[in-house]
C-alpha cells in the first residue's frame, strides 16, 4: 500500500464508522440528542398568551385543611358541582378512584354489625350523580400488573390514511375507575405521561393510545374534546401504509405527533396562575373563584410532595403531572408545536458527513491550524442553523452529533498525523544516533528552525586514538585485568568528547 495514502484513508474509515454509528442510533446518541433539544427550549421556552386552561391543587394547604388524602368522594362530589357551577368548560380528575370511599357513610357503617348499611348514603353515587351532571374526564393508568383495559372509550374515533394502531403505545394492563365513575364520565382518557418509567425530563406525551382494536384519548385531548363539544377524534395515519402515525384532528386543531403518537412537548415557563387553590373551591367564599374558572378547563391534581406526582420538565423545572396536561392543552390550543420530520435525519447525517470529509482534506492538506479554524466555522455553521430551524420553525434539528462528530474526526486526523510524523522523527533519531552523540541529537531537535540548508563552516577536531602495545599487554594480564584497563581508558575519554558534543566511533 502507497503509504501517503494512509492518512487518507484512515479519515476517510473514521467519517465512514462514525455515520454507520449514528445509522445505528444507539442510546447515547439519543440521550445526547434529548438534552440538546433542552437546551433549545431553555434559550427560548414557549411564550404568548396562556390559553383556558386551569389547574384546581390539591396542594399542602387544602391537605392541611381537609384531612390527607384520599378525600372522601362526597367532597370530590362538592369540587365537581361547584366548577360546574362556575361555568368550567370541562372538569379533569388526574386521580383514579379505583376502589370504593373506604370514608363513605355506606362503606363505614357495613364494617359495624347491627347498622343497616343499606340506608347509609354512599359518596361513590353522591360522586357519580355529580359526574352525570358535568363535562368532566375520568382516566386510567398504565399498569403491567392489571387487568387488560375492556372499558369503552367515550370518545368516537375515525381514521384518515393508513391505521395507526402497531405503532401507538399499546395498553396491555390498566388501572381504571370504578365503573359506576366511569360510566357517569362523560369523557374517558390515558393519564400516564410516559409509556415507561423514566428518571428524565418528560419530552413527550402520548395522545392516543391502543387497547387491542380499541383507540383512547390521552387525558388532556379529552378533557379539550369536551370543552370543544366534539364528538370525535380523527386519528391521522400516514399515507404510505407503513402503519404509523402523522398526527390527529380535533375540531378545528390538527395536532402533528410523533409516529408513535407522541406531542413533543414545547413547554412555558412555570406560571402561578396557572394554579388555584382547592380550597378556593371548598372554601365558603368559593363563588370569588368565577373569573378564574368560567370557560376554562379545569384539570384537578396535587402538587403535595408526599402524593409523589412530581416530574422534571425539559426546562429543569419540577411540576405536579396535571401540569403537564395542562402544558398539553395549553400548547395546543396556541397552535406552538415542535416537530422532527423525517427529512431532518438525513439532513443531519449529511452535515456530518459533508463537514468530516472537509476537515480530512484540510488537516491532510493544510495542516492541523488551517483544520481547526475550518472546522471551527462548520461547527459554528451547524449550530447555528439547528437554532434558526428551532427558533424560526419549530424544527428539531439535531446539532449533538455533527458537532461531536467533527471534534472527533479533526483530533482523530491530528493524532494520526502526530503519530506518523514522530514516528519518522523517532526513526530518524535511532539513524543518526548511531554517529551523533545523543546530546547533539536533542540540540538539533531544539533548534530546528534554526538549521540552514547546506549546513554551516565550523572547525572541528578529530581525534585518531589507539592503546599502544595493546597486543602484548593482552598478552601479559588476564581478561579480567585488559576490560579494566580499557574501561578506565574510554570512561576518561568518552567524558571530555561527549562533553564537547563529539561522536565516539
Same mark, same amino acid.
Given at each position: 500500500?502507497?503509504?501517503?495514502?494512509?492518512?487518507?484513508?484512515?479519515?476517510?474509515?473514521?467519517?465512514?464508522?462514525?455515520?454507520?454509528?449514528?445509522?445505528?442510533?444507539?442510546?447515547?446518541?439519543? !440521550?445526547?440528542?434529548?438534552?440538546?433539544?433542552?437546551?433549545?427550549?431553555?434559550?427560548?421556552?414557549?411564550?404568548?398568551?396562556?390559553?383556558?386552561?386551569?389547574?384546581?391543587?390539591?396542594?399542602?394547604?387544602?391537605?392541611?385543611?381537609?384531612?390527607?388524602?384520599?378525600?372522601?368522594?362526597?367532597?370530590?362530589?362538592?369540587?365537581?358541582?361547584?366548577?360546574?357551577?362556575?361555568?368550567?368548560?370541562?372538569?379533569?380528575?388526574?386521580?383514579?378512584?379505583?376502589?370504593?370511599?373506604?370514608?363513605?357513610?355506606?362503606?363505614?357503617?357495613?364494617? !359495624?354489625?347491627?347498622?343497616?348499611?343499606?340506608?347509609?348514603?354512599?359518596?361513590?353515587?353522591?360522586?357519580?350523580?355529580?359526574?352525570?351532571?358535568?363535562?368532566?374526564?375520568?382516566?386510567?393508568?398504565?399498569?403491567?400488573?392489571?387487568?387488560?383495559?375492556?372499558?369503552?372509550?367515550?370518545?368516537?374515533?375515525?381514521?384518515?390514511?393508513?391505521?395507526?394502531?402497531?405503532?401507538?403505545?399499546?395498553?396491555?394492563?390498566?388501572?381504571?375507575?370504578?365503573?359506576?365513575?366511569?360510566?357517569?364520565?362523560?369523557?374517558?382518557?390515558?393519564?400516564?405521561?410516559?409509556?415507561?418509567?423514566?428518571?428524565?425530563?418528560?419530552?413527550?406525551?402520548?395522545?392516543?393510545?391502543?387497547?387491542?382494536?380499541?383507540?383512547?384519548?390521552?387525558?388532556?385531548?379529552?378533557?379539550?374534546?369536551?370543552?370543544?363539544?366534539?364528538?370525535?377524534?380523527?386519528?391521522?395515519?400516514?399515507?404510505?401504509?407503513?402503519?404509523?402515525?402523522?398526527?390527529?384532528?380535533?375540531?378545528?386543531?390538527?395536532?402533528?405527533?410523533?409516529?408513535?403518537?407522541?406531542?413533543?412537548?414545547?413547554?412555558?415557563?412555570?406560571?402561578?396562575?396557572?394554579?388555584?387553590?382547592?380550597?378556593?373551591?371548598?372554601?365558603?367564599?368559593?363563588?370569588?373563584?368565577?373569573?378564574?374558572?368560567?370557560?376554562?378547563?379545569?384539570?384537578?391534581?396535587?402538587?403535595?410532595?408526599?402524593?409523589?406526582?412530581?416530574?422534571?420538565?425539559?426546562?429543569?423545572?419540577?411540576?405536579?403531572?396535571?401540569?403537564?396536561?395542562?402544558?398539553?392543552?395549553?400548547?395546543? !390550543?396556541?397552535?406552538?408545536?415542535?416537530?422532527?420530520?423525517?427529512?431532518?435525519?438525513?439532513?443531519?447525517?449529511?452535515?456530518?458527513?459533508?463537514?468530516?470529509?472537509?476537515?480530512?482534506?484540510?488537516?491532510?492538506?493544510?495542516?492541523?491550524?488551517?483544520?481547526?479554524?475550518?472546522?471551527?466555522?462548520?461547527?459554528?455553521?451547524?449550530?447555528?442553523?439547528?437554532?434558526?430551524?428551532?427558533?424560526?420553525?419549530?424544527?428539531?434539528?439535531?446539532?449533538?452529533?455533527?458537532?461531536?462528530?467533527?471534534?472527533?474526526?479533526?483530533?482523530?486526523?491530528?493524532?494520526?498525523?502526530?503519530?506518523?510524523?514522530?514516528?519518522?522523527?523517532?526513526?530518524?533519531?535511532?539513524?543518526?544516533?548511531?554517529?551523533?552523540?545523543?546530546?547533539?541529537?536533542?540540540?538539533?531537535?531544539?533548534?530546528?528552525?534554526?538549521?540552514?540548508?547546506?549546513?554551516?563552516?565550523?572547525?572541528?577536531?578529530?581525534?585518531?586514538?589507539?592503546?599502544?602495545?595493546?597486543?602484548?599487554?593482552?598478552?601479559?594480564?588476564?581478561?579480567?585485568?585488559?576490560?579494566?584497563?580499557?574501561?578506565?581508558?574510554?570512561?576518561?575519554?568518552?567524558?571530555?568528547?561527549?562533553?564537547?558534543?563529539?561522536?565516539?566511533?
Amino acid at each position: 500500500m502507497n503509504l501517503r495514502l494512509l492518512p487518507t484513508l484512515f479519515g476517510l474509515a473514521i467519517v465512514v464508522l462514525l455515520t454507520v454509528l449514528r445509522i445505528a442510533d444507539p442510546y447515547p446518541l439519543q !440521550v445526547a440528542r434529548d438534552v440538546g433539544f433542552d437546551v433549545y427550549q431553555r434559550l427560548k421556552p414557549r411564550t404568548g398568551p396562556a390559553g383556558p386552561v386551569r389547574v384546581l391543587d390539591i396542594d399542602e394547604a387544602s391537605l392541611a385543611q381537609y384531612g390527607q388524602w384520599p378525600w372522601p368522594r362526597d367532597l370530590m362530589a362538592r369540587i365537581t358541582d361547584r366548577l360546574t357551577a362556575l361555568g368550567a368548560a370541562a372538569i379533569g380528575f388526574d386521580v383514579i378512584f379505583a376502589e370504593p370511599d373506604r370514608l363513605s357513610p355506606k362503606t363505614l357503617a357495613a364494617l !359495624v354489625p347491627g347498622l343497616d348499611a343499606a340506608s347509609m348514603p354512599d359518596n361513590d353515587v353522591t360522586f357519580a350523580t355529580a359526574l352525570a351532571q358535568s363535562r368532566s374526564v375520568v382516566g386510567f393508568s398504565l399498569s403491567p400488573a392489571a387487568p387488560p383495559l375492556v372499558m369503552p372509550a367515550k370518545a368516537g374515533f375515525a381514521i384518515s390514511g393508513s391505521d395507526p394502531k402497531p405503532s401507538l403505545p399499546q395498553v396491555r394492563g390498566a388501572v381504571t375507575p370504578l365503573p359506576a365513575l366511569q360510566a357517569a364520565a362523560a369523557g374517558f382518557g390515558g393519564l400516564s405521561l410516559e409509556t415507561n418509567e423514566s428518571a428524565s425530563a418528560v419530552r413527550n406525551l402520548p395522545l392516543l393510545w391502543a387497547a387491542g382494536d380499541k383507540l383512547y384519548p390521552a387525558f388532556s385531548i379529552e378533557a379539550l374534546r369536551l370543552a370543544l363539544g366534539e364528538g370525535t377524534i380523527v386519528a391521522l395515519g400516514d399515507t404510505t401504509d407503513a402503519n404509523t402515525a402523522e398526527g390527529l384532528k380535533l375540531g378545528p386543531f390538527t395536532i402533528p405527533t410523533t409516529a408513535d403518537g407522541n406531542l413533543v412537548l414545547y413547554y412555558r415557563q412555570p406560571d402561578p396562575k396557572l394554579y388555584v387553590s382547592a380550597d378556593a373551591i371548598l372554601g365558603e367564599h368559593w363563588q370569588d373563584a368565577a373569573p378564574l374558572i368560567a370557560g376554562e378547563i379545569v384539570l384537578i391534581g396535587t402538587s403535595a410532595s408526599g402524593l409523589l406526582d412530581l416530574h422534571q420538565t425539559t426546562l429543569g423545572t419540577i411540576v405536579p403531572g396535571v401540569s403537564i396536561h395542562a402544558e398539553a392543552i395549553d400548547q395546543i !390550543v396556541s397552535g406552538q408545536f415542535l416537530t422532527r420530520a423525517d427529512w431532518v435525519r438525513g439532513l443531519e447525517i449529511l452535515a456530518f458527513v459533508i463537514t468530516g470529509l472537509l476537515l480530512v482534506l484540510v488537516v491532510l492538506r493544510l495542516g492541523p491550524l488551517a483544520g481547526l479554524l475550518v472546522g471551527g466555522g462548520l461547527v459554528a455553521g451547524i449550530a447555528a442553523g439547528g437554532w434558526l430551524l428551532f427558533s424560526s420553525y419549530g424544527l428539531l434539528a439535531d446539532v449533538t452529533f455533527p458537532v461531536v462528530g467533527a471534534i472527533l474526526v479533526y483530533g482523530a486526523m491530528v493524532y494520526f498525523q502526530f503519530s506518523i510524523s514522530d514516528r519518522g522523527r523517532r526513526a530518524v533519531r535511532r539513524a543518526f544516533s548511531y554517529y551523533v552523540a545523543t546530546e547533539l541529537l536533542t540540540e538539533i531537535e531544539k533548534n530546528a528552525g534554526e538549521i540552514k540548508l547546506g549546513g554551516e563552516l565550523r572547525e572541528i577536531t578529530v581525534m585518531f586514538s589507539d592503546m599502544r602495545g595493546f597486543t602484548s599487554y593482552t598478552e601479559k594480564h588476564t581478561p579480567h585485568e585488559t576490560l579494566a584497563t580499557l574501561n578506565a581508558l574510554f570512561g576518561a575519554l568518552g567524558k571530555q568528547i561527549v562533553d564537547r558534543f563529539g561522536t565516539i566511533d
